[in-house]
């Protein structure tokens, strides 16, 4: 399991002779499958060329706070909202007071207060400097704010010094890295995600379908998963790739995940309709491609069963969530399907919009339980995923939530 495949990593690089070891830090990310963007300080630069890291990453090096062409094509607010981790290594003793006292003088101290994701620090500087007071302070301030730290190591230094202050080894950071997103949240449950979309035949040729693209949903297979939950994804068909660390089950019709989906929820705790199911099939299926003739084809329509509410209904001791993806009265569409399909919570998402729609990479929702209402802001499916985790286990821990109806 490659528990970084399809992460997004902001690799931040200070101005120290550690710097090298950048390197060798991209390379093994790529290797997990994480995407990475590395940004420079300007003393970064002076131990190791950009050229070098955009090669490896992949994607342009970000070095200037105030340059107008990068602000264009990735400005640093947008940078901080794109990553799922922000990793600093190596950090210097300059750089790690510049973010306790919060000075946005370069692009990465910029990025570094713009982002609300996890943030790991990796320090690097000669031994002396780290046993100072002020760095030893420094660091606890960062904790504080649960700032990840990792390292230093110990040993013979570029200076000729011997102590602690050398920049973790590249492999025991990405070791480390593995690890910050298993939350353990829901550790021993069991947990059924549908996702992608269903095709209903018409002919041995032709279906009806629709744009998901099963992005939503296999993020939150993921997501579960590093919460540490047995995960079965029922998936219609997509051309993406699956996650490595569920139990994948392919189906094409609405027919087929429905069965799928009451089998598995039979042994389930937690039930996550994420699938864009097909609501109308063809009443009967042509046995044969159906021949161009007539200007005009009529296609009698019959509705597919309700697969979150058949399950909702004959498992009631399951949590069971719905999505609503809607193109108008988002909130108050939402929380009529939430009651009318006895659902424990729903996540209510704009389809219409180009920039979170089906086939985006980012998204935006509202959370609706039966007593709150929360908006989630735009960002990365993988991001809003890890925030559907949360409140999924809050819930679970909280069964006074669960009493009332929803606001």
């Keep these: 399991m490659r528990s970084l495949a399809n992460k997004r990593i902001i690799l931040g690089i200070t101005g120290g002779i550690a710097a090298y070891k950048s390197a060798e830090i991209v390379r093994r990310l790529r290797d997990q499958g994480a995407e990475v963007r590395v940004v420079m300080t300007a003393g970064a630069c002076e131990f190791i060329r950009p050229l070098t890291l955009q090669a490896l990453s992949g994607n342009p090096v970000h070095t200037d706070l105030l340059d107008a062409e990068a602000e264009a094509a990735m400005g640093h607010i947008e940078l901080a909202r794109w990553a799922d981790l922000l990793l600093i290594a190596p950090a210097t003793a300059n750089f790690i007071a510049t973010m306790v006292h919060g000075t946005a003088d370069c692009l990465l101290s910029a990025v570094y207060l713009a982002t609300s994701t996890k943030v790991v620090v990796a320090p690097a500087m000669n ?41 973790q080894q590249p492999e025991d950071i990405i070791t480390a890295l593995g690890g910050i997103f298993e939350s353990g949240l829901l550790q021993g449950m069991r947990v059924v995600v549908t996702a992608g979309p269903t095709r209903e035949a018409i002919d041995p040729v032709r279906y009806i379908s629709n744009h998901s693209s099963g992005k939503m949903g296999y993020a939150v297979a993921t997501a579960m998963a590093e919460a540490g939950a047995t995960v079965t994804l029922i998936s219609g068909p997509l051309s993406i790739a699956p996650p490595e660390n569920c139990d994948l089950i392919s189906v094409i019709s609405a027919e087929d995940m429905l069965q799928a989906s009451m089998n598995a929820a039979e042994q389930a705790d937690i039930f996550i309709s994420a699938a864009a199911v097909a609501d109308y099939r063809v009443k009967t299926i042509a046995p044969q491609k159906i021949k161009k003739q007539a200007e005009a084809l009529t296609l009698e329509l019959e509705r597919n069963p309700d697969i979150i509410s058949s399950v909702a209904s004959t498992y009631k001791l399951l949590y069971v969530v719905g999505f609503a993806a809607e193109t108008e009265n988002l909130e108050a569409y939402a929380k009529d399907k939430l009651v009318r399909k006895n659902l424990n919570a729903i996540i209510a998402n704009d389809v219409s919009r180009e920039d979170i729609g089906f086939n985006s990479e980012d998204n935006q929702a509202i959370w609706i339980d039966r007593q709150t209402s929360r908006q989630l802001g735009k960002k990365s499916k993988a991001q809003l995923a890890r925030e559907i985790v949360t409140l999924v286990a809050e819930n679970i821990a909280n069964p006074a939530l669960e009493t009332a109806e929803p606001q």
């Excluded at 002396?128 to 007071?133: D, L, P």
């Excluded at 606890?140 to 000729?160: F, S, W």
């Design 127 to 167: 031994q002396a400097m780290w046993s100072h007071a002020a760095s030893q302070q420094n660091i606890e301030a960062l904790k504080a704010r649960n700032t990840v730290i990792i390292g230093p190591d110990n040993g013979i230094q570029a200076c000729g010094d011997t102590g602690p202050g050398r920049l």
